[in-house]
């Protein structure tokens, strides 16, 4: 029975060195399927083709002259079965591996995302000397660890003792690692790594009214909460609408950043907070249409507007008073527009005809219009807010 579902695995500490060279081979590591075979051990380990020199598991041997030997190993299980390497282990006697040293950026250096890092180093070697630029080569690691941490490749820079790079964009929690391999001329390397930690800012999120939903990057969670990002990172974050608390229906009316229901944000230097201002759900309604009579009206929330505009509440019937704010939906400063007999247009109007809102005096982007209702029957005023988008 062969034995080659169980291939034939060795060992070998250390692989280069100055002569004489005393290695340590281990066999142990191959195995048989069939329990109870006893394994018999042949050793190749001068490289001459020949299995004749040990038949111990864990042999040891003297490399007096220099040179490159392949060694192999072949396990047999005492019937008929038997098995060699499939890659053989090479020695090199008279030869030490290279010592690589990054000389820059020093240890401790910090990023945030775009920073432009500049790296330099080099190599020395028993028997070259200090190595060529060709020698070296460089790998720039993102290092992820969201749970498990994982790798992501995101440069390399053969052939080069210096060079920059800059600072890429990636989740948090990450880390950069700068690898430096250095090869001599008989094919030994030497590698070493210098971690590179980023800069990192804490982020704020909150609803008003607290505890309705937000979404920041790939996860969601309930208002309040706060996340750790790279400085100069791209975030998106999100408002879902319509939501329910406590038994009433939320919709969204704007970020305090001024950003659309969803956008992203650049993570700043210092810790920030965002809030997503919410309206609860009324009888009433901010309306759009582009004709003065106001026919065709349909919702302002999330149209995207250009030229003259005509925006009023609906239903027009029992309400005393409306107050039109723009761009200032916590209502703090003085109304745009009062209107106190309907129709109840923003920017006034007769019953026949409304004013336009002419959106070329706005900035593009998004728009918030915010309107307080106060209803005939004396009961409290509602607040009703719509976000739009101006493209002229």
């Not at 034995?3 to 191959?30: K, M």
């Not at 009214?209 to 974050?237: D, E, K, Y």
């Not at 920030?272 to 759009?288: D, V």
Request: with cysteine.
């Amino acid at each position: 029975m062969p034995i080659p579902s169980s291939p034939t695995a060795a060992t070998a500490s250390p692989t280069s060195g100055a002569t004489p060279l005393t290695v340590q081979f281990d066999g142990s590591g191959s195995s048989d399927p069939d329990s109870g075979d006893t394994l018999s051990y042949a050793w190749d380990l001068d490289g001459d083709g020949s299995y004749d020199d040990s038949t111990a598991q864990k042999p040891s041997y003297t490399y007096d002259q220099a040179g490159s030997y392949q060694v192999d190993l072949k396990v047999s299980d005492g019937r008929e079965g038997s098995d060699a390497l499939d890659e053989k282990l090479t020695i090199t006697a008279g030869d030490t591996p290279p010592v690589a040293n990054i000389a820059t950026p020093a240890a401790g250096t910090t990023w945030k995302v775009g920073d432009i890092i500049s790296f330099s180093g080099s190599a020395s070697d028993a028997q070259d000397g200090t190595l060529p630029a060709s020698g070296l080569s460089w790998e720039l690691i993102m290092h992820h660890c969201p749970s498990n941490c994982h790798t992501h490749p995101i440069q390399t820079f053969p052939g080069v003792d210096s060079g920059t790079f800059a600072a890429p964009d990636h989740e948090y929690p990450s880390y950069l690692e700068l690898r430096l391999t250095a090869t001599d001329s008989g094919g030994l390397t030497d590698t070493k790594s210098m971690r590179l930690d980023p800069k990192t800012v804490v982020l704020t999120f909150e609803s008003d009214p607290s505890a309705l939903n937000l979404v920041v990057g790939s996860s969601s969670a309930t208002a309040p909460f706060s996340r750790t990002v790279i400085i100069g990172s791209n975030n998106s974050i999100s408002a879902s609408s319509p939501q329910t608390l406590g038994g009433k229906t939320y919709n969204f009316v704007s970020w305090s950043d001024g950003g659309a229901q969803t956008h992203n944000i650049t993570a700043p230097a210092t810790a920030t907070t965002y809030t997503a201002r919410f309206s609860e759900s009324s009888t009433y309604g901010l309306k759009e249409s582009t004709k003065s009579d106001r026919s065709g009206a349909a919702d302002l929330q999330g149209i995207t507007a250009s030229g003259n505009i005509y925006v009023f509440t609906s239903p027009e019937a029992g309400v005393k008073q409306v107050s039109f704010y723009l761009d200032d939906p916590n209502m703090t400063g003085t109304p745009r527009q009062v209107e106190n007999t309907g129709p109840w247009d923003f920017a006034g109007g007769t019953t026949s005809t409304a004013n336009p809102l002419d959106t070329t005096k706005l900035s593009n982007g998004s728009h918030t219009i915010t309107a307080k209702v106060s209803p005939t029957d004396g009961t409290a005023a509602k607040t009703v807010s719509s976000s739009f988008t101006v493209r002229n």
